[in-house]
């Protein structure tokens, strides 16, 4: 690649298998593609449910099914894989087989990195008679200290030393999720890079994610060298501050379930353009590219639904932030996501639209890099 190529890393979800811990909450055999496969249209021209075309409802158990998603992620030119990592502490892992897979099989070969995830499970159900979410733990995120920082970094450490890991300037991107929920984030960044030094491997290249920027205000995301930053929730925030702008989605959210209306309904041509957030321009900031979103299969009523996403539309958000990406020293783009079915947020091939975002990267890219 020249110096000028634009680089893109797609978030990936690795919840399309059986776990005993799902199928104890949620029944023999729960995957995300239980809820995808059940979801159902909420108003004329709702496109619902999302039928995954080419790779079917595909198990992550299988190797050919590993395999096929990195080719078409090539084929899309994306750069990297960026799987979601889920350590709660005191050494408990989530869905971590698929990339412990990748690990031991060496295959596909294609770049990856993590997302360490750390937010706490929890069961959401509407409970019709009181009109109110329910919020049954599953599995709470801890943080018991440093012997489990130091257990947490080995647990990685095959991962970290494999030749595919993802690099940005040779360093080894690792991004955190909830940086600002992290009770000692400056404890935690400091042991790695002095463990990653012990073990020799190259330093780590941390990085936040912010799914509101004023969620920046946290002192925290300056312990990272960048920040990836969402425009999702530009979109529908009422108010200027965190506080209000958690308001106004919660109370249309609150409503669209008590009326059974999704009140969190926006066209995506009308909002394309506030997914492209000023600070994108910045150079500690890394944009995020959107290119669909409609939880219903989660949230029901309340989702939020970016309604008539096609692929042409995304074609047209990825030139707005390749635009401004062109422009910076640190030319990297996060996509959200290769695979998050269940958000409605993901690039592989559906019934309706085939391959259409695949190539909607792939012609935006060559333009951008040409």
């Known amino acids: ?7 893109v890393i797609a978030f990936y979800l690795p919840q399309y298998y059986p776990t005993p811990e799902n199928n104890e909450w949620y029944g023999p055999g729960f995957t995300e593609w239980t809820n995808v496969g059940k979801a159902k249209p909420l108003f004329k021209g709702h496109y619902q449910p999302k039928v995954p075309a080419d790779l079917g409802y595909y198990d992550l158990r299988l190797p050919q099914v590993r395999q096929a998603q990195a080719d078409l992620a090539r084929e899309a030119g994306i750069s990297a894989f960026c799987y979601y990592h889920y350590w709660f502490g005191n050494g408990k892992e989530m869905l971590d087989m698929p990339l412990k897979e990748v690990l031991r099989t060496k295959e596909p070969d294609f770049p990856f990195c993590l997302c360490w995830a750390n937010h706490s499970w929890y069961k959401k159900t509407w409970n019709s008679s009181t009109n109110t979410l329910d919020n ?9 200290g440093i012997e489990d920082i130091d257990a947490h970094f080995y647990s990685l450490l095959d991962c970290f030393k494999d030749k595919r890991y993802y690099k940005n300037n040779g360093q080894l991107v690792f991004v955190l999720y909830h940086i600002d929920e992290m009770p000692d984030a400056q404890l ?17 290249y941390f990085m936040g994610y912010a799914d509101d920027y004023t969620r920046m ?7 990272c060298q960048k ?5 999702l929730y530009n979109i529908s925030s009422m108010g200027k501050s965190r506080r209000s702008r958690k308001l106004s989605t919660f109370a249309r959210s609150f409503l669209s379930k008590l009326l059974s209306i999704p009140l969190n309904r926006f066209s995506y041509s009308d909002v394309r353009r506030k997914l492209v957030m000023p600070c994108y321009k910045e150079e500690t900031i890394i944009p ?3 290119p669909n979103w409609d939880n219903t299969p ?4 309340g989702a939020l ?12 958000h990825c030139k707005d932030i390749f635009a401004i990406v062109q422009k910076k020293e640190n030319r990297l783009v996060f996509l959200k996501s290769w695979n998050e079915w269940g958000e409605g947020n993901y690039m592989e091939p559906c019934l309706r639209y085939g391959h259409g975002y695949i190539r909607a990267l792939r012609k935006a890219m060559d333009i951008s890099n040409c």
């Open 1 to 7: 690649m020249s110096q000028k190529d634009i680089e």
């Open 298 to 301: 989660r949230r029901e009523s």
């Open 188 to 204: 935690f960044i400091d042991r790695w890079q002095e463990l990653a030094k012990k073990e020799e491997l190259p330093p780590f």
């Open 288 to 290: 995020l590219l959107i």
């Open 227 to 231: 920040t990836i930053v969402s425009g």
């Open 217 to 223: 205000e946290d002192p925290s995301f300056k312990l």
């Open 305 to 316: 639904i970016l309604h008539d996403a096609t692929p042409e539309q995304f074609y047209l």
């Open 136 to 144: 049954k733990p599953l599995l709470l995120q801890s943080y018991p």
